[in-house]
C-alpha cells in the first residue's frame, strides 16, 4: 500500500497549522514489525518507505500508482539498514545488511526481499526511490566505504559527519542521492547555516533518538519559517523552495535522501542567518 502526498504551494503553506504541517509533511508509524511502508510525494516522485522483516519475509511490489508491472521496473532504489542484522535479496541474489549497511539498487530488477536475522532484533530498512531513465549497476556500501565529510565546530554546535553513500563520488545513480549524517555528542544542530536548493527536493529521516528527545525540523521560505517536532524514526519531506535544517534536544543521526535536476551536492543557495524570519 503506497499513501500518496501532493505537491504544496509555497503560498499556501505560510497558512497552515501546526496540525495541517505535520499531515502535509510529516511521514511517521514507519518501522512496524512484518509491514512494507510507503509514502509517494508529487514532488519529483520520490518514494520514501520502510520495512521491518520480523516472522516473514517482505516483498516490494509494484501497485496501480505506479503503473508498471513492477517495482523497479522505471526506478531506482536506496536502501539504509538502521536496524538489526538482515538480508535484502534481488532476483535471488543475497546482500547481507549489517547495521548502517547501505545498498543502491539499479533500475530492471524485479524481485526486492527483505529479511532478518533474529526476531528479537530485525532490521528496519528505510528506502528512498526515484524514476530512473538507465540501468546501473547494484553497490552495497557500508559507513567505512562510504564518502565522509565533516563539517561543522564545537563553538556552533554543529560538529557532524556527513556519509556519502548514493553519490558520484561512491557509486553511479540516475537523480537519487543518499547519506547519513551523525552530529558529535554535544552538538545539535544541522544545515544551520541553511539553503535551499530549487534544483532538488529532500526527505529526512530522524533516528538513534531516545524516547525524551526531540528534532525542532526547520521548514518553510527563509522569510515565512515554520516548524515541525520530530520524533525518533519519523521523516519529513522537503520541498525544494524549502528550507532544511534541525535542532535536537541532543544529538541525534539523520538519513537524508534527494532527488531532482542534478547531483551536485554543493549545488545549494545559501540563506544568510541576517534573511531568517
Known amino acids: 500500500m503506497i499513501e500518496i502526498r501532493n505537491a504544496w504551494n509555497n503560498e499556501d503553506v505560510k497558512h497552515y ?14 518501522f512496524v514489525a512484518d509491514e512494507v511502508k510507503m509514502v509517494y510525494s508529487h ?7 520502510s520495512a521491518v522483516p520480523v516472522a516473514k519475509t517482505l516483498e516490494l511490489v509494484a501497485s496501480k500508482e505506479l503503473g508498471v508491472d513492477y517495482f523497479m521496473q ?11 542484522p538482515g538480508k535484502v535479496i534481488l532476483d535471488g541474489e ?3 545488511m549489517a547495521p548502517r549497511d547501505g545498498l543502491y539498487v539499479g533500475m530492471g530488477v524485479k524481485e526486492v526481499k527483505f529479511e532478518g536475522c533474529d526476531k528479537a532484533n530485525p532490521p528496519k530498512f528505510y528506502f528512498n526511490s526515484a524514476p530512473a531513465h538507465c540501468t546501473y ?26 556519509y556519502q553513500y548514493i553519490h558520484p563520488n561512491v557509486c553511479k545513480s540516475c537523480q537519487l542521492l543518499m547519506g547519513l549524517t551523525m552530529l558529535d555528542p554535544n552538538n545539535m544542530w544541522n544545515t544551520m547555516p541553511s539553503h535551499t536548493h530549487d534544483r532538488r527536493m529532500e526527505v529526512y529521516l530522524y533516528f538513534d533518538m531516545d524516547p525524551n528527545s526531540v528534532v525542532f525540523h526547520m521548514m518553510g521560505e527563509p522569510h515565512e519559517t515554520r516548524h515541525i517536532v520530530m ?29 531532482g535536476e542534478n547531483q551536485t551536492f554543493t549545488d545549494m543557495d545559501a540563506v544568510a542567518m541576517t534573511d531568517l524570519k
Open 17 to 30: 497549522t501546526t496540525e495541517r504541517m505535520r499531515k502535509e509533511f510529516l511521514i511517521d508509524d514507519l
Open 43 to 49: 514532488v519529483d516522485r520520490i518514494i520514501a518507505g
Open 74 to 84: 522505471r526506478r531506482e532504489l536506496g536502501i539504509i539498514n538502521i536496524g538489526g
Open 94 to 96: 543475497v546482500y547481507d
Open 137 to 162: 549497476e547494484t553497490v552495497k556500501i557500508n559507513i567505512s566505504t562510504a564518502n565522509p565529510n565533516p563539517l561543522g565546530t564545537l563553538e556552533e554546535s554543529n560538529k557532524r559527519t556527513i
Open 231 to 259: 520524533r525518533n524514526e519519523q521523516a519529513v519531506i522537503s520541498p525544494s523552495w524549502s528550507i532544511h535544517s534541525g535542532v535536537g534536544t541532543k544529538n541525534y543521526t539523520f538519513i537524508w535522501g534527494m532527488v
